[in-house]
C-alpha cells in the first residue's frame, strides 16, 4: 500500500486490516507512517510499515522485497502515492521544477512500482489484483491544474497498457479515478475553475469501492456521484471535434443519454 501514510492509501489500509488482511503501508513520511501503522497495530491489525521513497528505483525494489519476504505471497498492490502540486496558474507559470516533482510521484513512482511488482506476481502465477490510483483529472481537466492533470493522464495510460499487457494472466488491472474526496491534500483548497466536480467523498467510501472490486474484471472505479456527467461532457466536447467528413448517414451525433449510459456502466 504505497501512500498510506494518510487520506486514501490510509483508508485502504484500515479497510484491508480489518477485513483480517496482512498490510504492507509505504509512505515517505516516515513519522506519520509510522504512528498511523501503531494506531491500526493498536486494534490488531497486521500491519508492516515502511519508510521509502518511492521514485527511487532502489527503494521501491526493497519495498517489493520487504512485502513478499513478510507477507509472503501479494494478492493486491494499491499504487496510490500522489501529490497534489501547484494549482491555479497557468501552464507557463508552472516552475517546470514543481512539474518535474510532480510527475516522479503521481507518475514515475508508480511506474517503478510496477515493474517492481508485476513480474513477482506473474512468477507466482496466484490471482492478483493491481489498483493504480489516478483520478478524474485524468478525463476531466480546467485551468490551473496542468502538472496534476497531466500526471494522471499518464498514470491512466500506464493502467491501460498493463491491462492490455496482463490479459489472459492471473493479474487483474484497475484504474481508480476519485473525483474530490475528503483528505488533507485537498482540505480547504478552492479547485480551479472546471477541475473539482460538485461532489465530496470520504476516503473511506472510496476505500470500500476498491475493497468490492477486487477480484472482479471492473477496470474503471469512479467514487463520486457526479462522474457520469462530468465524462459526458468531456465525451461530448472530443464528438464535436471529430472530423466526419464524408459523413456517412451512420454518423449520427453521440446522445447525451448514451454517453451517461456507458459511463456509468464502467
Request: aromatic share 6%.
Amino acid at each position: 500500500m504505497t501512500g498510506a501514510a494518510g487520506g486514501i492509501g490510509l483508508a485502504l489500509s484500515a479497510r484491508f486490516a480489518r477485513a483480517g488482511v496482512g498490510v504492507v503501508m509505504a509512505d515517505i513520511q516516515g513519522d506519520a507512517l509510522h504512528r498511523r501503522a501503531a494506531e491500526l497495530t493498536a486494534r490488531g491489525a497486521r500491519v508492516t510499515a515502511v519508510t521509502a521513497d518511492l521514485t527511487d528505483p532502489d527503494a521501491v525494489e526493497r519495498l517489493a522485497d520487504t512485502a513478499f519476504d513478510v507477507l509472503g505471497d501479494v494478492d493486491v498492490v494499491c499504487n496510490n502515492a500522489g501529490v497534489l502540486g501547484p494549482v491555479g496558474q497557468p501552464l507557463w507559470e508552472v516552475p517546470l521544477e514543481r512539474m518535474r516533482q510532480v510527475f516522479e510521484v503521481n507518475h514515475w513512482a508508480h511506474v517503478l512500482v510496477a515493474r517492481a511488482f508485476v513480474p513477482r506476481l506473474l512468477a507466482r502465477g496466484r490471482p492478483a489484483h493491481l489498483i493504480h490510483t489516478a483520478s478524474m483529472s485524468a478525463f476531466a481537466v480546467g485551468a490551473g491544474s496542468a502538472a496534476y492533470a497531466a500526471s494522471k493522464h499518464a498514470d491512466l495510460a500506464v493502467a491501460r497498457s498493463l491491462r492490455a499487457d496482463l490479459r489472459d494472466t492471473p493479474v487483474r488491472v484497475s484504474v481508480l479515478c476519485p473525483g474530490r474526496v475528503d483528505t488533507p491534500m485537498v482540505r480547504g483548497l478552492t479547485a480551479p475553475r472546471g477541475a473539482g466536480g460538485d461532489t465530496t467523498v470520504s476516503a473511506e467510501d472510496v476505500a470500500e469501492l476498491v475493497w468490492e472490486a477486487l477480484g472482479t474484471d471492473r477496470f474503471y472505479l469512479f467514487s463520486n456521484s457526479d462522474a457520469a456527467l462530468r465524462l459526458r461532457d468531456q465525451f461530448d466536447d472530443v464528438w464535436r471535434h471529430v472530423s466526419r467528413s464524408p459523413t456517412s448517414p451512420e454518423e449520427e451525433p453521440w446522445p447525451a443519454q448514451q454517453a451517461t449510459t456507458v459511463a456509468t456502466r464502467q
